[in-house]
């Protein structure tokens, strides 16, 4: 059982940065891919970023460019460094981590996780 925390999100302008956290109760080097999701009200979960075990990453097309994803396995926290950003970037956001399970799907096209956090609240005004 792993336990996912994210933090660091909060209100900024448009135009502003912020850098999401996920801290992992667990090991992450065994993870074969973790990544970000957000969602905002009315609108479906998106998969931001993810982040394959070998370090291959890939973005939505919304935000390629502007985030990037990285990992820290000392420290088991996965990053989501956010820049530009827009109104429409708001949401809630939540990390998400495997552990095997669907081995034939690629991390870049993974919808579905072993465990995913509680997320954290990005508002971005305009």
């Known amino acids: 059982q792993v336990t996912l925390v994210e933090s660091g999100g909060g209100s900024v302008q448009t135009g502003g940065s912020l850098r999401l956290s996920c801290a992992a109760s667990g090991d992450i080097t065994s993870s074969d891919c973790m990544a970000w999701f957000r969602q905002a009200p009315g609108k479906d979960l998106l998969r931001v970023a993810s982040i394959a075990s070998d370090g291959t990453t890939a973005y939505a097309t919304a935000v390629k460019g502007r985030f990037t994803i990285s990992k820290d396995n000392r420290k088991k926290t996965l990053y989501l460094q956010m820049t530009t950003l827009k109104p429409e970037d708001a949401a809630v956001y939540y990390c998400?981590?495997?552990?095997?399970?669907?081995?034939?799907?690629?991390?870049?096209?993974?919808?579905?996780?072993?465990?995913r956090g509680q997320g954290t609240q990005v508002d971005v005004s305009s």
């Open positions: 998400a981590a495997n552990y095997g399970s669907d081995p034939y799907i690629p991390c870049a096209h993974k919808a579905d996780f072993d465990y």
